[in-house]
Structures are given as structure tokens and as C-alpha cells.
């Protein structure tokens, strides 16, 4: 009983704010290098748009009936390489040498190619606010398109980890349950990708917590 008594008082003391900016810091930093460039869904298609983002280009265009936009040739073959035709071919596995390939490409950003990416052209700018924020920053750096790639990942992690942060905070019921949710694999997977799930999710948490507030 006693023993009991001691676990609920520890337990009782564990703040679910404090626990989750912990491991979510933890295991979506690991989620974000552990997982290879370009393997979670979609993910060339979010780099792509998050790149016409951060060139200030909000709208798509379209080209032969086809949606998408103008990005530099060296940055798409930089994604087909890396994504090595692994998605649904699971015996196929990721080479870590096209890493070191990757982060040697120059790019010529005047060299560029009309893309398509209709699947998330027609996302709102919002979603990708913090990826095209990092290439931005990265690119000013005269950063290689890899650097650029992880920097968005990082970002779009830091920005998901805020806003599930301040649902929790605001949560006046169920901040367990939020910091459960939050934490699921799935979720941080989504968070550590360049994904505007990512954002889409932080934002549904803050919403239910404000109304449940």
C-alpha cells in the first residue's frame, strides 16, 4: 500500500507539459535523422511545394494540364535519387552513400524545370510556413538542397512541437490523452517529415483544446 501511496505521488508531480516537450524533442529529433530522406509519404511532393513557398510563390502553376511549378533541375534529381524507388518496395533498401552524393550537388537555381506536385500545390501556404522557412534560411547559406531538406524537416518538428505543447497547456481535461495522442509513432513520424500533416495536426489539438477550454 505503501508503495502504492509513493508511485501516486510521484507520478502526481510528473507535469504532462514538461513530459511531452521531452520526449517529443527525444524520439522526433531521432524520427527526423533515423529516417532516410524522402521515405515518408509524399514527402518529394511537400519538399517541392515547400520550396515554391519559400521562393514567395504562393500559388502554383499549371503547364499541359498539369499542376506544379518551376524548381531548379540539380534539387529534383537530388529527390528521385534519394528516394530510390523504395516507397512500396520494401526488399529495396536506402543507401546511405547517396547521402554523401546528395550533399555534394551544387545547385543552379536559374537551371530549373517545370515539376509536377498536384497532390499538395493546392495546399495552403500556412501548412508549409516552417518548411520553407528553413530552406530559406539554409539556402541564403548557400547550403547544399540536402542541408535545406533536413532544415524544413527540423523546423516543421519544432513548429508541430509548439503547438501540441500550447494544446496541452490549454487543455483543462485530457492533457494525458493529448500528450498520448502527441506522442503516438505515427504522429511524430508525420512531425519529423517535411509533411504539412505536421501543422495540420498542431493545429487540430489547439483547436479542440480551446474549445474544450
Same mark, same amino acid.
Given at each position: 500500500?505503501?508503495?502504492?501511496?509513493?508511485?501516486?505521488?510521484?507520478?502526481?508531480k510528473?507535469?504532462?507539459?514538461?513530459?511531452?516537450?521531452?520526449?517529443?524533442?527525444?524520439?522526433?529529433?531521432?524520427?527526423?535523422?533515423?529516417?532516410?530522406?524522402?521515405?515518408?509519404?509524399?514527402?518529394?511532393?511537400?519538399?517541392?511545394?515547400?520550396?515554391?513557398?519559400?521562393?514567395?510563390?504562393?500559388?502554383?502553376?499549371?503547364?499541359?494540364?498539369?499542376?506544379?511549378?518551376?524548381?531548379?533541375?540539380?534539387?529534383?534529381?537530388?529527390?528521385?535519387?534519394?528516394e530510390?524507388?523504395?516507397?512500396?518496395?520494401?526488399?529495396?533498401?536506402?543507401?546511405?552513400?547517396?547521402?554523401?552524393?546528395a550533399?555534394?550537388?551544387?545547385?543552379?537555381?536559374?537551371?530549373?524545370?517545370?515539376?509536377?506536385?498536384?497532390?499538395?500545390?493546392?495546399?495552403?501556404p500556412?501548412?508549409?510556413?516552417?518548411?520553407?522557412?528553413?530552406?530559406?534560411?539554409?539556402?541564403?547559406?548557400?547550403?547544399?538542397?540536402?542541408?535545406?531538406?533536413?532544415?524544413?524537416?527540423?523546423?516543421? /518538428? $519544432?513548429?508541430f512541437?509548439? %503547438?501540441?505543447?500550447? *494544446? @496541452?497547456?490549454?487543455?483543462?481535461? &485530457?492533457?494525458?490523452?493529448?500528450?498520448?495522442?502527441?506522442?503516438?509513432?505515427?504522429t /511524430? $513520424?508525420?512531425?519529423?517529415? %517535411?509533411?504539412?500533416? *505536421? @501543422?495540420?495536426?498542431?493545429?487540430? &489539438?489547439?483547436?479542440?483544446?480551446?474549445?474544450?477550454?
Amino acid at each position: 500500500k505503501r508503495l502504492i501511496m509513493n508511485l501516486y505521488k510521484f507520478v502526481s508531480k510528473i507535469s504532462p507539459e514538461k513530459t511531452f516537450i521531452i520526449l517529443s524533442l527525444f524520439f522526433g529529433i531521432l524520427f527526423c535523422f533515423i529516417t532516410p530522406p524522402f521515405q515518408v509519404p509524399d514527402e518529394p511532393s511537400h519538399f517541392y511545394r515547400s520550396y515554391q513557398i519559400s521562393e514567395f510563390k504562393m500559388i502554383g502553376e499549371k503547364n499541359n494540364g498539369y499542376a506544379g511549378g518551376d524548381i531548379p533541375k540539380s534539387i529534383v534529381r537530388m529527390a528521385k535519387t534519394l528516394e530510390g524507388g523504395i516507397p512500396f518496395h520494401k526488399y529495396i533498401k536506402f543507401n546511405p552513400v547517396f547521402l554523401k552524393r546528395a550533399y555534394e550537388i551544387k545547385v543552379d537555381y536559374e537551371d530549373t524545370k517545370f515539376t509536377e506536385f498536384e497532390n499538395t500545390v493546392l495546399y495552403s501556404p500556412i501548412m508549409y510556413t516552417p518548411q520553407a522557412l528553413g530552406i530559406k534560411i539554409t539556402k541564403e547559406m548557400n547550403s547544399s538542397p540536402l542541408i535545406m531538406f533536413y532544415a524544413g524537416r527540423l523546423l516543421n /518538428l $519544432f513548429t508541430f512541437i509548439f %503547438l501540441a505543447y500550447w *494544446a @496541452i497547456k490549454l487543455a483543462p481535461v &485530457f492533457k494525458w490523452g493529448f500528450v498520448l495522442l502527441s506522442l503516438m509513432p505515427m504522429t /511524430l $513520424f508525420e512531425a519529423a517529415s %517535411l509533411s504539412a500533416d *505536421a @501543422i495540420c495536426i498542431g493545429i487540430s &489539438f489547439l483547436f479542440i483544446a480551446y474549445v474544450l477550454n
